[in-house]
């Protein structure tokens, strides 16, 4: 069954510094999604990206965050400067064209700043 | 309570019993989606029941959703200690038309062997 894949797994950068998650969503969804879930915490969403553009975005997703779609399969959350409380696990998710397509997530990038 | 929040929040059952998870919420949506999550590991999607569906059966989950009372209950039928995990209800938002899903808190699963 196809899947998301999330790189890196595990992902450990010292505050201020830039990161790149990546994600290859289902080669057919149309729609792709970041969220994120703070350590015992819910899990929250950041943006929704279709058609090259950003769709829907929460407040959390500021001017430190951006997405984008390099190629043909990928979907990257940059982070800048990035802070302690940025420490989370970030999901990305990708879904079908009809508004009662599931959402599949990958395994998730574990961000740890130090 | 919060946009999609989850009863019980923990929840000890032994093997072979059956399991159930309720979700409340408190905007209108256009589906309510209920996701797996094992410790440290991604989220599973399980089921998505449309807002004009009453109960959805998929193998041992039923799902039922009353519109009426912003609430949906995830039933796991002949549990098994596999089934150990986090449940989460996910609800989109029907008004806006937006996809961004909102999580609940989670219901803790342990399923004694």
């Known amino acids: 069954e196809p899947e998301v894949t999330q790189t890196p797994s595990h992902q450990v950068t010292q505050m201020g510094q830039e990161v790149i998650l990546r994600c290859v969503p289902i080669s057919n969804h149309l729609y792709f999604y970041w969220y994120r879930q703070i350590l015992g915490q819910k899990v929250e969403f950041l943006v929704s990206?279709?058609?090259?553009?950003?769709?829907?975005k929460s407040e959390i997703f500021d001017d430190q965050f951006s997405v984008e779609r390099p190629d043909g399969s990928n979907f990257t959350l940059k982070i800048r400067s990035t802070k302690l409380e940025d420490s989370a696990m970030y999901f990305c998710?990708?879904?079908?064209?009809?508004?009662?397509?599931?959402?599949?997530f990958g395994d998730g990038t574990r961000l740890s700043i130090l | 309570s919060q946009q999609g929040e989850e009863d019980p929040q923990a929840l000890s059952i032994q093997e072979g019993e059956n399991a159930t998870m309720n979700c409340s919420y408190k905007t209108s949506i256009n589906n309510l989606q209920w996701y797996r999550q094992n410790s440290g590991r991604g989220l599973v999607h399980l089921i998505l029941i449309r807002s004009n569906e009453r109960e959805k059966h998929s193998g041992r989950l039923r799902v039922t959703l009353d519109t009426s009372k912003k609430s949906s209950s995830l039933l796991i039928t002949a549990s098994r200690a596999a089934d150990t995990a986090s449940y989460f209800c996910?609800?989109?938002?029907?008004?806006?038309?937006?996809?961004?899903?909102?999580f609940g808190s989670g219901t803790r699963l342990q399923v004694q062997p």
């Open positions: 998710a990708s879904s079908g064209q009809g508004l009662d397509q599931p959402q599949h």
């Open positions: 996910a609800t989109d938002a029907w008004d806006t038309g937006r996809r961004a899903l909102t």
């Open positions: 990206f279709y058609n090259n553009e950003i769709s829907e």
